[in-house]
């Protein structure tokens, strides 16, 4: 049984506690009233961003697959390149169709073809004006590749060596499709230099273009009349005589050896 001073005790712990907790709550209380409606406002406004984010995000992600979806429909260089006009905020894709329309470009002028074939319809050949046109629309298409891989790598042209080398290899051969053997060693120089060991096949092929150049610079030469070496005078040979007659006996000769088995074969009697 508790005594009268336990119970004392317990009610002075009682009244503590309650003064305690009542003084937290008042604090509680009175911190809300100071400091309650900025912190409301700080979580609202994070979470706020939070949501304005994830809808970015979203947005970005449906925006890059529509990007790429135009590939499957693209065909023309014209295609590509306003899928890279239309889409500078995604420069994977901006390059890309870049590139593509360089080498359908490239392709135009290697065949002499502007467009090919379609059933019933002839292909349109590359006349001289489509073909310079098609020379710098597809020089320009490569080097602006090249800028939007620099700029999406920061600057870094070694963090876009990959385009950057395909924009020098597509450059060179328009420089060579144009008779600039000095621009093609130029450019295929730079991606040698760019591609160095951690591409070595790329920078061997490279060297291997340079090398191929030599011999396309160099004209052929053909000899001249000097050079040449003396024609050399042939006596005919005069057949033997009586070569005719000889020839035409050998031809009796064998035709009545066809004709007397005939005559000599065993007549059937009754």
């Known amino acids: 049984m508790e005594t009268p001073a336990?119970?004392?005790?317990r009610l002075s712990q009682v009244q503590t506690q309650?003064?305690?907790?009542?003084?937290?709550?008042?604090?509680?209380?009175?911190?809300?009233?100071?400091?309650?409606?900025?912190t409301l406002l700080a979580v609202l406004i994070a979470a706020c961003a939070f949501l304005g984010y994830d809808y970015w995000r979203?947005?970005?992600v449906e925006g890059a697959?529509?990007?790429?979806?135009?590939?499957?429909?693209?065909?023309?260089?014209?295609?590509?390149?306003?899928?890279?006009?239309?889409?500078?905020?995604?420069?994977?894709?901006?390059?890309?169709?870049l590139l593509q329309a360089g080498d359908l470009r490239l392709r135009q002028i290697q065949s002499g073809v502007l467009v090919a074939a379609q059933g019933t319809?002839?292909?349109?050949?590359?006349?001289?004006?489509?073909?310079?046109?098609?020379?710098?629309?597809?020089?320009?298409?490569?080097?602006?590749?090249?800028?939007?891989?620099?700029?999406?790598?920061?600057?870094?042209?070694?963090?876009?060596?990959l385009v950057t080398l395909q924009s020098l290899f597509g450059r060179a051969a328009i420089a060579e499709s144009r008779g600039d053997m000095d621009g093609a060693r130029k450019f295929l120089g730079e991606a040698e230099k760019l591609a160095g060991e951690?591409?070595?096949?790329?920078?061997?092929?490279?060297?291997?273009?340079i090398d191929?150049?030599?011999?396309?610079?160099?004209?052929?030469?053909l000899p001249t009349n000097a050079e040449l070496p003396a024609p050399v005078s042939v006596t005919p040979v005069e057949p033997p005589a009586g070569g005719d007659a000889l020839f035409d006996s050998m031809i009796k000769a064998q035709e009545a050896a066809k004709q007397q088995p005939a005559a000599e074969a065993p007549k059937s009697g009754g």
Do not use: C
Request: proline fraction near 6%; aromatic fraction near 6%.
């Open 65 to 97: 697959s529509q990007v790429w979806s135009q590939f499957t429909v693209a065909q023309l260089p014209e295609d590509f390149e306003k899928i890279a006009k239309d889409n500078p905020d995604v420069p994977q894709a901006a390059m890309i169709a």
């Open 121 to 161: 319809t002839p292909a349109k050949p590359l006349d001289d004006a489509a073909r310079k046109i098609a020379q710098d629309a597809a020089d320009e298409n490569y080097t602006k590749a090249a800028e939007v891989a620099n700029t999406a790598a920061g600057g870094s042209r070694s963090g876009a060596a």
């Open 212 to 221: 191929g150049l030599v011999a396309i610079a160099e004209p052929l030469k």
């Open 198 to 209: 951690n591409w070595a096949p790329i920078a061997k092929l490279a060297k291997a273009r």
């Open 58 to 60: 979203r947005k970005q």
């Open 6 to 9: 336990t119970d004392k005790k």
């Open 18 to 38: 309650d003064l305690t907790e009542s003084r937290l709550n008042d604090d509680f209380v009175f911190w809300l009233k100071k400091h309650g409606m900025n």
